[in-house]
């Protein structure tokens, strides 16, 4: 079973745009984790934001966490053909510690 | 390159058989995730072992079953295999235990399994 859902399932942009993609998850959580797969490739963390916490940036990176609505955000921005790749959140529910992920967004940036 | 090796990369298979796949961990992580990836459930944990010991348990089914070894290496056994079982299978290493404190886990690049 999985906690996330993901909008919008796919993204297509221009390079230099900024791309936002959203998450829903079903349960409350300790923390939630984006990650990165480019296609058929292992997964790579990006950035983790803690329940308590709101926001967080990393490079070109900002997440955004909004419990009360169990939902969050990432946002890329200037996005380059190199950040072409599928986006996971996943999260960690209160009482456990397994990574549960989402449904992932395809995301495809035109140079 | 994320550490964590998996073998074999790619295998072609048919219904009823058994594979096994290899995943040797970060050096020094204790912890090892096994996921499914396919394109109808997506990406879905299936078993989690820490020094040896399993620690969590997710969607596997009865026909698969995994170990981490004294070395840490960890295998996933697959058997009467059905075409539905067709899908990307990840390893992936922490050093720690558990996911609360959001250590990061480092994932293999995958084993393609491709049951006909």
């Known amino acids: 079973s999985q906690q996330g859902e993901e909008d919008p399932q796919a993204l297509s942009i221009q390079e230099g745009e900024n791309a936002t993609m959203n998450c829903s998850y079903k349960?409350?959580?300790?923390?939630l984790q984006w990650y990165r797969q480019n296609s058929g490739r292992g997964l790579v963390h990006l950035i983790l934001i803690r329940s308590n916490e709101r926001e967080k940036h990393s490079g070109r990176l900002r997440v955004t966490l909004d419990t009360s609505k169990k939902s969050s955000s990432l946002l890329i921005t200037a996005s380059r053909a190199a950040d072409t790749a599928s986006y996971f959140c996943?999260?960690?529910?209160?009482?456990?510690?397994?990574?549960?992920f989402g449904t992932g967004t395809r995301l495809q940036v035109f140079p | 390159d994320s550490g964590v090796t998996q073998t074999p990369k790619h295998l072609i298979t048919a219904t009823g058989q058994r594979v096994t796949l290899r995943c040797s961990p970060r050096?020094?992580?204790?912890?090892v995730y096994w996921y499914q990836q396919s394109l109808d459930q997506g990406l879905q944990f299936l078993i989690q072992y820490y020094n040896g010991e399993e620690r969590a348990k997710g969607n596997i089914l009865e026909r698969f079953s995994a170990q981490q070894f004294p070395d840490l290496h960890s295998e996933l056994n697959l058997s009467s295999l059905e075409l539905g079982d067709s899908a990307l299978y990840f390893c992936a290493s922490s050093s720690r235990p558990g996911q609360v404190s959001g250590n990061t886990i480092y994932f293999g690049e995958g084993s393609w399994l491709t049951v006909v």
């Open positions: 349960t409350s959580i300790n923390n």
């Open positions: 050096s020094g992580d204790l912890s």
């Open positions: 996943a999260t960690v529910g209160l009482g456990t510690d397994k990574l549960i």
